[in-house]
């Protein structure tokens, strides 16, 4: 069975000056050329382009949807690089050793405090009968 990885990087979004090429589709094709070429060289084999939306924040609590354009690519993970490993050679989580006997911990002794005075006002506020209250 064919195991494969795949990266996914951004597509230039502007032309680069290149040899031979006057207008801005040319140079924008050169800036695709040169990615394209680059993830060959490394390996990796173009799949396609996609447009997706991408969420991102604006100021301190809004947030838009910006579309981004993005490369995907694809090459063959050779079988040196896929796991052998069983459930047996890997590392498992101990549990830690722990008392034998867990008590609840002892009330609090302590009286409640009195609120704050922001909030003695109120108190004495909604005491008050319907015909008292202050609007």
Do not use: C, H
């Not at 502007?14 to 140079?27: Q, Y």
């Not at 094709?29 to 969420?55: F, K, T």
């Not at 040196?80 to 002892?106: H, L």
């Amino acid at each position: 069975m064919q195991r494969y990885e795949y990266k996914v990087v951004p597509a230039p979004q502007k032309g680069i000056k290149a040899k031979g090429e006057k207008t801005a589709e040319g140079r924008f094709a050169a800036s695709v050329e040169q990615v394209l070429n680059q993830m060959g060289q490394d390996g990796w084999e173009y799949q396609r382009a996609e447009l997706l939306p991408s969420e991102e924040r604006v100021g301190l609590t809004g947030s838009t949807v910006n579309w981004r354009n993005v490369l995907v690519f694809r090459r063959e993970v050779t079988a040196d690089f896929v796991s052998t490993r069983s459930d047996e050679d890997t590392a498992q989580a101990k549990p830690i050793p722990g008392p034998e006997t867990v008590s609840p911990p002892a009330p609090i002794a302590e009286e409640a405090k009195e609120p704050p005075l922001s909030l003695r006002g109120a108190e004495k506020e909604s005491e008050k009968p319907d015909d008292e209250k202050t609007p």
